[in-house]
């Protein structure tokens, strides 16, 4: 396999489904699953995290591909992904939707040598909200397209035909919570040493936010029913409750029983989108 005429430089952190784009782009193709086809495997095999698909496409964008991995997406089962070695489930990871930070996006389209925006692993996850380079709110674009799927990151950025200084009218400055911090650290392969760094990556950031959430608005709060400010305040108020370990969770706990009474005669109820 001979290298591509045009290389492109691979961000940290970048999916290889969003390499795979911008080296589309690049060598002159508009879209990222005609290059694919070219190169002889799917856009849908590389987001899936198929080992020859990626294999492949390492060798023809000319990076090693333990560098192409630190951003991989793996589909593990229907329901389980595996996100840069964080185990997540399906409904825990957002994929379909366009979620990056305008910052960085705005940085990438305005450098000629990269061929385009970046898309990010950790912008697949809904429990981190803000970039933590930029200290910017993610922008979350509820538009699909259906000619180019979910995937095509690069393409999609340019079919919403926005000038740089656009693009960075869409950020809000927000610095991120420690949840977020968290999540993105982790995501980087770095180890926190807490006693979090033992516990699924999906548990950690959905309880967080269910934590906080009853905590801060009742047992009978409904998560379909907050507003993405008030869950992202949820996951930050309920991470500093999982940080203290045991003692954090029982003073939660502790309080629910003082409202509702003995905790050998409460049942789900009482307990609300906890239990569930
Ligand atoms: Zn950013």
């Not at 389980?80 to 960085?104: D, N, S």
């Not at 507003?227 to 203290?244: H, Q, T």
Request: glycine share 10%; aromatic share 8%.
């Amino acid at each position: 396999m001979p290298l591509l005429p045009i290389l492109v430089p691979l961000m940290p952190g970048e999916t290889p489904a969003s390499f795979a784009s911008r080296l589309a782009w690049a060598n002159g193709l508009s879209f990222a699953s005609e290059f694919c086809t070219d190169q002889g495997f799917t856009l849908q095999a590389i987001a899936d995290g198929d080992e020859r698909a990626l294999s492949i496409l390492a060798r023809v964008g000319g990076v090693e591909l333990a560098q192409l991995m630190c951003g991989v997406v793996c589909k593990v089962s229907t329901g389980q992904y595996r996100l840069v070695g964080q185990l997540v489930e399906k409904r825990w990871i957002t994929r379909r939707r366009l979620r990056f930070c305008p910052e960085c996006v705005a940085d990438d389209v305005t450098t000629d040598t990269a061929g385009g925006a970046a898309q990010r692993c950790a912008w697949h996850v809904p429990s981190i909200r803000t970039c933590q380079h930029h200290q910017v709110r993610l922008y979350d674009d509820n538009s699909y397209s259906h000619s180019r799927g979910p995937h095509d990151f690069a393409g999609r950025i340019r079919d919403l035909n926005l000038g740089a200084d656009q693009v960075r009218e869409l950020g809000a400055w927000q610095v991120p919570t420690g949840l977020e911090d968290y999540l993105t650290r982790r995501l980087a392969g770095e180890k926190q040493g807490t006693w979090l760094d033992n516990i699924g990556f999906g548990a950690v950031a959905l309880g967080a936010e269910i934590f906080g959430v009853v905590d801060l608005f009742g047992v009978d709060a409904k998560l379909k029913h907050l507003s993405d400010n008030e869950k992202r305040r949820a996951g930050a108020w309920g991470f500093e409750l999982l940080s203290e370990g045991e003692e954090g969770l029982f003073r939660l706990l502790r309080r629910l029983h003082r409202e509702a009474g003995s905790p050998i005669s409460l049942s789900r109820r009482n307990y609300g989108c906890l239990f569930n």
